[in-house]
């Protein structure tokens, strides 16, 4: 029985394994189709990104911290059945309400609690309007992305810029930033610490508490939940102040963990968001799979800056890769009927 | 007195790529699939017909490849919705994170620019007044949301469409094929939006400009949500967010103050949200919308 079951399981990590493995190929063949179309060397373009994002650690764990957090921003509401793909603007707000407190108070933890704050009243917002109104959470989201991207450059630009350097924000004041600590084989920052530890916990409270089981149950089928004597209202709110929690958490962590100041263009965090989404898929909405994932998918990022250095290709490249395989995860139904083909062809085979 | 004047008439111009989008979205969505890649349509079909339209000189060449994008792209999303069984969502998040950066890259790689394309030749323009004019499809997108509503309410085909987005095992059940009549939904709306994509080049702004849909897609699929998913009043939904998108305009010009312009570009999101948070038209949406149809 304990063999079969773990025979069950194996089999089910090698389906997953053959699912995303067969995703990337799709991803990574098609951007060489685009990028030949483009004239540009696209061997030299995807085996640079592939491989220049990895070289420097702690630069390549810096850039995931907010990923993870992204990622699992989009996994909590997508696990109830819900897409936020409001995690963008969650962010921008993380990021300014972080940027403020610690301006004004100089104290890390105030800051880091108010981005937190930021980005869950939002995803709250944002909740509510699907849970008690049935207004579609895709269409608010990104409405409201574009009310906070106009929001944050605004108040960037006019209230919060650094006399200095104006096309910079202030800076977080070194008091409220978080450093790097050691742990004997190498240093590592604080933010990808705290962003790790708020995984586990995610992972704790989806698969190991009864909200984490409600969450899965409204995912699963809102009538199951029903006769379950669970409200789906108030969890898909719930599910979406979490991940929109968890969104702020990584605008602040980025900015008070790595860059310090945000650009008044804001193209230091533009895209995290939505980037967290592929993470989210490709580390199956698991939250210890999403801190791989956003480590894999930073180090394509860095990758695509350091192959325009290369080759003019823009970094946006990265992207195009990774709404590829964005789109070749929706579809694991195709993947699966190629295994069993595959199956039944060995069988055939044997006979 | 003439600002308002102005806004009124231009809203009918910004009403357009919305009111395409609206009803090619609900022309999808009548048959059950969800297609929220529409922005990555319109970004994409920008870009695409930007092209044609830039190396040949003629917008019309412009337009015709910006309906065939369309059509590619709804291709796929059908195919991939139906046959292959994919979350029709997270297609959609894909498409438009792909559209998006291609449009990115070929303004790098075909112009060198970061920003915004150079000149394109648009469509010419009826003019009413000094300054003042409006496009033809401000005129022609009304007929065409007619049309839509007639071909889905009133044709045998629009009949087999709605029954696969209400019902599509009885449907099947009834002879219809299913995934065929929903793929062919889904390429017929992406169209309308591969339209919608090139006149924002062709017809607006006359240039391409780095993620030039921005956010119309989604704001057709609220107008959809808003419409109760009939064509007909899906034009009043689209004048309305045409109208928000021309009073931001409008207003930035009255007003004149640079500082302001970042608030007053908030106003079509802000609008569109409250709107779809306050009201709603009296139906429900077609029952096996979003849910995939596994045939046994």
């Given at each position: 029985?304990?063999?079969?079951?773990a025979?069950?399981?194996?089999e089910?990590l090698?389906t997953?394994?053959?699912?995303l493995?067969l995703?990337?190929?799709?991803g990574?063949?098609l951007?060489l189709?685009i990028?030949?179309?483009?004239?540009?060397p696209a061997?030299?373009?995807?085996?640079?990104?592939?491989t220049?994002?990895f070289?420097?650690?702690?630069?390549?764990?810096?850039?995931?911290t907010?990923?993870?957090?992204?990622?699992?921003a989009?996994?909590?509401?997508m696990?109830?059945?819900?897409f936020?793909?409001?995690?963008?603007g969650?962010?921008?707000i993380?990021?300014?309400?972080?940027?403020?407190?610690?301006?004004?108070t100089?104290?890390?933890?105030?800051?880091?609690?108010?981005?937190?704050g930021?980005?869950?009243?939002?995803?709250a917002?944002?909740?509510?309007l699907?849970?008690?109104?049935?207004?579609n959470?895709?269409?608010?989201?990104?409405?409201v992305?574009?009310?906070?991207?106009?929001f944050t450059?605004?108040?960037l630009?006019?209230?919060?810029f650094?006399?200095?350097i104006?096309?910079q924000?202030?800076?977080v004041?070194?008091s409220?930033?978080?450093s790097?600590?050691?742990?004997g084989?190498?240093?590592?920052?604080?933010?990808?610490?705290i962003?790790?530890?708020s995984?586990?916990?995610?992972?704790?409270?989806?698969?190991r508490?009864?909200l984490?089981?409600?969450?899965?149950?409204?995912g699963?089928?809102l009538?199951?939940a029903?006769?379950?004597?669970?409200?789906?209202?108030?969890?898909q709110?719930v599910?979406?102040?979490?991940?929109?929690?968890?969104a702020?958490?990584g605008?602040?962590?980025y900015?008070?963990?790595y860059?310090h100041?945000?650009?008044?263009?804001?193209s230091?965090?533009?895209?995290?968001?939505?980037t967290?989404?592929g993470?989210?898929?490709?580390?199956?909405?698991?939250?210890l799979g999403i801190?791989?994932?956003?480590?894999?998918?930073?180090g394509?990022?860095?990758?695509?800056?350091?192959?325009?250095?290369?080759?003019?290709a823009p970094?946006?490249?990265a992207?195009?890769?990774?709404?590829?395989?964005?789109?070749?995860?929706?579809?694991?139904?195709?993947?699966r009927?190629?295994?069993?083909?595959?199956?039944?062809?060995?069988?055939?085979?044997?006979? | 007195m003439?600002?308002?004047?102005?806004?009124?008439?231009?809203?009918?111009?910004?009403?357009?790529?919305?009111?395409?989008?609206s009803?090619?979205?609900?022309l999808t969505e009548?048959?059950?699939?969800?297609n929220?890649g529409?922005?990555?349509?319109?970004?994409?079909?920008?870009f695409?017909?930007a092209?044609?339209?830039?190396?040949?000189?003629n917008p019309f060449?412009?337009f015709?490849?910006?309906?065939?994008?369309?059509?590619?792209?709804?291709?796929?999303?059908?195919?991939?919705?139906?046959y292959?069984?994919?979350d029709?969502?997270?297609?959609?998040?894909?498409v438009?994170?792909?559209?998006?950066?291609?449009?990115?890259?070929?303004?790098?790689?075909?112009w060198?620019q970061?920003?915004?394309?150079?000149?394109?030749?648009?469509?010419?323009l009826?003019?009413?007044?000094?300054?003042?004019?409006?496009?033809?499809?401000a005129?022609?997108?009304?007929?065409?949301?007619?049309?839509?509503?007639?071909f889905?309410?009133k044709?045998?085909?629009?009949?087999?469409?709605r029954a696969c987005?209400?019902d599509?095992?009885?449907?099947?059940a009834?002879?219809?094929?299913?995934?065929r009549?929903?793929?062919?939904?889904?390429?017929?709306?992406?169209?309308?939006?591969?339209?919608?994509?090139?006149y924002?080049?062709?017809?607006?702004?006359?240039?391409?400009?780095?993620?030039?849909?921005a956010?119309r897609?989604f704001?057709a699929?609220?107008?959809v949500?808003?419409?109760?998913?009939n064509?007909l009043i899906?034009?009043?939904?689209?004048?309305?967010?045409?109208?928000?998108d021309?009073?931001a305009?409008?207003?930035?010009?009255?007003?004149?103050?640079?500082?302001?312009?970042?608030?007053l570009?908030?106003?079509?999101?802000i609008?569109?949200?409250?709107?779809?948070?306050?009201?709603?038209?009296?139906?429900?949406?077609?029952?096996y919308l979003?849910?995939?149809?596994?045939?046994?």
């Amino acid at each position: 029985m304990r063999l079969r079951l773990a025979i069950a399981r194996i089999e089910e990590l090698a389906t997953i394994a053959i699912e995303l493995s067969l995703s990337l190929i799709v991803g990574f063949g098609l951007s060489l189709i685009i990028l030949t179309l483009f004239n540009y060397p696209a061997l030299e373009c995807i085996s640079t990104m592939l491989t220049a994002g990895f070289t420097d650690i702690n630069y390549l764990l810096n850039r995931a911290t907010p990923l993870v957090a992204t990622g699992i921003a989009f996994a909590i509401p997508m696990l109830a059945g819900l897409f936020n793909i409001g995690s963008e603007g969650q962010l921008y707000i993380g990021t300014l309400t972080a940027l403020v407190i610690a301006w004004f108070t100089a104290n890390p933890v105030l800051a880091l609690l108010g981005g937190v704050g930021a980005g869950a009243g939002v995803g709250a917002f944002i909740g509510f309007l699907k849970a008690y109104r049935d207004v579609n959470e895709v269409v608010t989201s990104i409405m409201v992305n574009w009310i906070l991207y106009y929001f944050t450059i605004f108040t960037l630009t006019y209230y919060l810029f650094d006399p200095a350097i104006p096309h910079q924000s202030v800076p977080v004041p070194p008091s409220a930033r978080l450093s790097v600590i050691n742990l004997g084989i190498g240093s590592v920052g604080i933010a990808f610490v705290i962003v790790t530890l708020s995984a586990i916990a995610a992972h704790v409270i989806l698969y190991r508490s009864a909200l984490g089981y409600a969450i899965r149950v409204v995912g699963y089928s809102l009538k199951t939940a029903v006769y379950a004597g669970i409200d789906p209202r108030k969890i898909q709110l719930v599910a979406m102040t979490l991940g929109g929690a968890f969104a702020g958490l990584g605008g602040a962590l980025y900015l008070q963990g790595y860059i310090h100041a945000v650009d008044v263009t804001m193209s230091a965090i533009f895209g995290l968001g939505f980037t967290g989404i592929g993470v989210a898929l490709l580390g199956r909405a698991n939250p210890l799979g999403i801190v791989l994932a956003s480590i894999f998918v930073s180090g394509l990022a860095i990758g695509g800056q350091i192959m325009e250095l290369q080759t003019g290709a823009p970094p946006e490249v990265a992207d195009i890769i990774l709404g590829l395989v964005i789109t070749a995860l929706a579809v694991p139904y195709a993947y699966r009927t190629i295994v069993a083909m595959v199956r039944i062809r060995m069988r055939l085979a044997r006979l | 007195m003439i600002y308002i004047l102005t806004t009124f008439i231009n809203a009918l111009n910004f009403m357009v790529p919305i009111l395409l989008a609206s009803i090619g979205e609900i022309l999808t969505e009548r048959s059950g699939i969800v297609n929220i890649g529409i922005e990555g349509i319109l970004n994409l079909s920008a870009f695409t017909s930007a092209v044609a339209a830039f190396t040949t000189g003629n917008p019309f060449l412009g337009f015709v490849v910006g309906i065939a994008t369309g059509a590619l792209l709804g291709l796929v999303h059908g195919v991939l919705s139906t046959y292959l069984r994919g979350d029709q969502i997270i297609i959609g998040i894909g498409v438009n994170i792909v559209s998006y950066s291609i449009g990115v890259l070929g303004l790098i790689a075909l112009w060198k620019q970061h920003g915004a394309s150079p000149r394109i030749p648009s469509l010419p323009l009826i003019s009413i007044s000094e300054g003042l004019s409006i496009s033809l499809l401000a005129l022609v997108s009304p007929i065409l949301a007619i049309a839509v509503w007639w071909f889905l309410t009133k044709t045998d085909i629009g009949l087999k469409i709605r029954a696969c987005g209400e019902d599509p095992r009885a449907a099947e059940a009834m002879g219809i094929k299913v995934f065929r009549m929903q793929v062919m939904a889904t390429v017929l709306g992406a169209m309308l939006s591969g339209v919608a994509g090139s006149y924002l080049v062709l017809g607006i702004v006359s240039q391409f400009v780095r993620g030039i849909a921005a956010g119309r897609g989604f704001i057709a699929l609220a107008n959809v949500a808003f419409s109760g998913w009939n064509p007909l009043i899906a034009i009043l939904g689209a004048y309305i967010f045409g109208f928000l998108d021309a009073l931001a305009i409008s207003l930035q010009i009255a007003i004149g103050a640079i500082a302001l312009a970042y608030p007053l570009r908030m106003i079509p999101y802000i609008g569109t949200l409250a709107i779809v948070s306050m009201f709603r038209w009296r139906a429900r949406a077609p029952r096996y919308l979003g849910k995939p149809y596994i045939k046994e």
